[in-house]
Every structure is written in C-alpha cells, then in structure tokens.
Antibody, heavy 118, light 107 residues
Framework: EVQLVESGGGLVQPGGSLRLSCAAS????????MSWVRQAPGKGLEWVANIKQDGSEKYYVDSVKGRFTISRDNAKNSLYLQMNSLRAEDTAVYYCAREGLGWPTDYWGQGTLVTVSS | VIWMTQSPSLLSASTGDRVTISCRMS??????LAWYQQKPGKAPELLIYAASTLQSGVPSRFSGSGSGTDFTLTISCLQSEDFATYYCQQYYSFPRTFGQGTKVEIK
C-alpha cells in the first residue's frame, strides 16, 4: 500500500524558514517523480514543485521560485521542501504527492499545515 | 504556464441527477488531463486520468471526455457520497496547474 506521511508543519513568523519532510513507503520511491501541492484555507489546489527520480531536474511555480527548494533522499525514501522567506500567503496545507512524467499525481499524503503569522 | 478555466464553481444537484463539469485549457494538452475528488479535511483522490481512463476502484458512474483544450467530467447518477469538490489538472507541462474547483452541493 502506497503511503506518504508529511511532517514539519507549524507556526512560523513572516520571513522565517521551515523544512517539510515526507516519508514514503509501499512503492519504489526512486522510480517516481515526487511533488508538493498546497491548499490555502478554503481555497483550491496549487502545485508547488516537483523533482525527478534522481534529483537532476526540479520545477517550481513562479510564486515560490528562489524561496523554496525541493530535494529528496532516495536512500531514506524521503522528500523534502525547504521553505525560506515565508509570507502570509504561503499559509496552507502542504501535500506530498507521487507523480510521473506524462503521468498524473496519483497518490497524496494527508497533508501538513503551515501557518505564517506574527 | 497553461491556464485552466473550470466551470461551474458551484453546482447544486440532487441525488440521482446527471451532472457535468467543464475544464478549458489556454492551450492544447492532448489528453494529459486528470480529475480529482476532494472531501472536506481530506487529500484529493484521483478519479480519471488521460482525460477518460477511470482510476482503479472508481465507480463507473464517473466518466471523462475531451482532448486538446476542452474536457468534461460527468457523473451519470449522483450518489450521496459524490457531494464533494472536484478539480481538473493538466500534466502536459510544468508547472502543472489545477482548475479552480467545482463544489457539488446538495440542492
């Protein structure tokens, strides 16, 4: 059974940093692209970033470029999102998700809430 | 960036109704379109991919159609468990984008 478990969310002040983690199990982690998708309270889904199987390619939505960094550790079956210079508009539930090239986002974690507020 | 226009944003319907949700792309994406269902407090679940292929375990009352720029999700006979929010997503190019969502509520 595919499982994705996020951690690391919490309350952070504007301008602060936070690192999210996602532990994957139930599939061959190193064979899949992985992504982060977020959802602000009461709002729709926003794709944030993804990373290729070997980490050699990464893509970001414009609103987080230069502030967020996606990474992975295939030996630990883990995905990460380093978030710097956080803003109030980054407040959201962040989902870890599995996807592929030419393949949709097919499995999602339960999400972790990030709140940016003073 | 591929922009998506999903409509309607709110759909009021009754159990047993046939409902249709549309998704229009700013440029052609072949059939690289997926549909998701999300219930309050839960992660989205994949319903349909490649515009019309049902994900394993999804009831056959759900169907998808379209290619290029215009796509449709149809629920043929709405059940109580189908009241939720639905999103389309293109996975033709990066960044991947989602439609704004359609909330299907009880009439």
């Amino acid at each position: 059974e595919v499982q994705l478990v996020e951690s690391g969310g919490g309350l952070v002040q504007p301008g602060g940093s936070l690192r999210l983690s996602c532990a994957a199990s139930g599939f061959t982690f190193s064979s899949y692209w992985m992504s982060w998708v977020r959802q602000a309270p009461g709002k729709g889904l926003e794709w944030v970033a993804n990373i290729k199987q070997d980490g050699s390619e990464k893509y970001y939505v414009d609103s987080v470029k230069g502030r967020f960094t996606i990474s992975r550790d295939n030996a630990k079956n883990s995905l990460y999102l380093q978030m710097n210079s956080l803003r109030a508009e980054d407040t959201a539930v962040y989902y870890c998700a599995r996807e592929g090239l030419g393949w949709p986002t097919d499995y999602w974690g339960q999400g972790t809430l990030v709140t940016v507020s003073s | 960036v591929i922009w998506m226009t999903q409509s309607p944003s709110l759909l009021s319907a009754s159990t047993g109704d046939r409902v249709t949700i549309s998704c229009r792309m700013s440029q052609g994406i072949s059939s690289y379109l997926a549909w998701y269902q999300q219930k309050p407090g839960k992660a989205p679940e994949l319903l349909i991919y490649a515009a019309s292929t049902l994900q394993s375990g999804v009831p056959s009352r759900f169907s998808g159609s379209g290619s290029g720029t215009d796509f449709t999700l149809t629920i043929s006979c709405l059940q109580s468990e189908d009241f939720a929010t639905y999103y389309c997503q293109q996975y033709y190019s990066f960044p991947r984008t989602f439609g704004q969502g359609t909330k299907v509520e009880i009439k």
